[in-house]
């Protein structure tokens, strides 16, 4: 049966980012052409990746990691946003969550260069500070300074701003019911045109294989997923998750096969992911409780063990 004029029709986007792939799904009446918007949609994740890549020697992040220590140095507002809000859940996290990772996950082969074990034993045996301790930001003047040798490494937050850039695009554009997301990190944004809140995988931790575990349904919020199934190097007998320990400044060894956290924006929830990964299901647990997160912890046990935290995990269809 054909399409009435005025029946929606599903709309499907998607580009490069980030190494993997951003994705938007929304309605619009028939006929509507997407092609303004995916132009907007790919220039906003870019604009994220172009100022927040390590794997760029040239972006904004980089050259601030370059930058004479001391020296105020003019950054883009929306790096300036990300550093904000990465120093304020560093605090709030008591240092589980450290922007200022840098050295650490390049010396452990997270970067553009394989492992190194001189940078490895200097990245364990260094007295660090925390990067909320050593970074003033002036975002008043779009300005930021260190106040000591600090390597910034934004990949568990930056991802998650990607996604919200997407978001805000999409309510730039006037629409305000659509699922956006980045390599499995995702917001909602209003409800399906149903009237339904939107459905999303929350994934398995299995590395041989994409496959869900459970399905959680999403209205105005976002989620985000840390793991030790996707990213991960190979060092002798040893797979090491790339989730940093910041207190070792080692890979988080013996944590949760994969944390997933519910927040308002995706940025947020993506860095709570990896502060509770790194905290693990009990310390974990009690900070998700006090900061009011939705969580699921999934542990590797013969059958994965499920451990919500919260009152939308509770309601998650396995």
């Not at 937050?157 to 006037?174: P, S, T």
Request: with cysteine.
């Amino acid at each position: 049966m054909s399409k009435t004029p005025t029946e929606p029709q599903r709309i499907a986007l998607n580009g490069p980012t980030m190494g993997a792939r951003w994705s938007v799904l929304f309605y619009a009446p028939s006929g509507y052409d997407p092609g303004v918007l995916a132009i907007a949609l790919q220039d906003a994740v870019a604009e994220v990746d172009n100022q927040m890549s390590t794997w760029k020697p040239d972006s904004a992040l980089m050259r601030f990691n370059a930058a004479p220590v001391g020296d105020w140095v003019a950054l883009p507002a929306h790096l300036l946003r990300v550093l904000g809000l990465g120093l304020r859940i560093g605090r709030a996290s008591g240092g589980a969550f450290d922007i200022g990772m840098g050295d650490a996950v390049q010396a452990w082969g997270f970067g553009p260069e394989a492992a190194n074990g001189e940078a490895i034993r200097a990245a364990l045996t260094r007295a660090r500070r925390p990067a909320h301790e050593l970074l003033d930001l002036a975002p008043e003047r779009g300005e930021a300074r260190k106040r000591a040798p600090l390597a910034l490494d934004l990949n568990g937050i930056a991802k998650g701003y990607g996604v919200d850039r997407l978001a805000e695009v999409m309510l730039e554009h006037g629409i305000t019911s659509a699922l956006v997301g980045i390599d499995g990190e995702m917001r909602a944004l209003g409800l399906r045109p149903d009237g339904a809140p939107w459905s999303v995988a929350v994934e398995a931790p299995d590395p041989a294989r994409r496959a869900p575990h459970s399905i959680l349904t999403l209205e105005d919020a976002a989620v985000a997923t840390s793991g030790d199934y996707r990213h991960w190097v190979d060092l002798g007998s040893q797979r090491l998750s790339h989730t940093m320990q910041p207190r070792r400044g080692a890979p988080v060894q013996g944590g949760p096969a994969s944390v997933s956290v519910v927040a308002r924006s995706c940025a947020e929830a993506d860095a709570w992911a990896t502060v509770l990964m790194v905290l693990g299901p009990e310390e974990g647990a009690r900070l998700a409780r006090r900061e009011g997160l939705d969580a699921l912890f999934l542990l590797r046990t013969p059958e994965i063990t499920a451990i919500p935290v919260g009152r939308l995990f509770g309601g998650v269809e396995a």
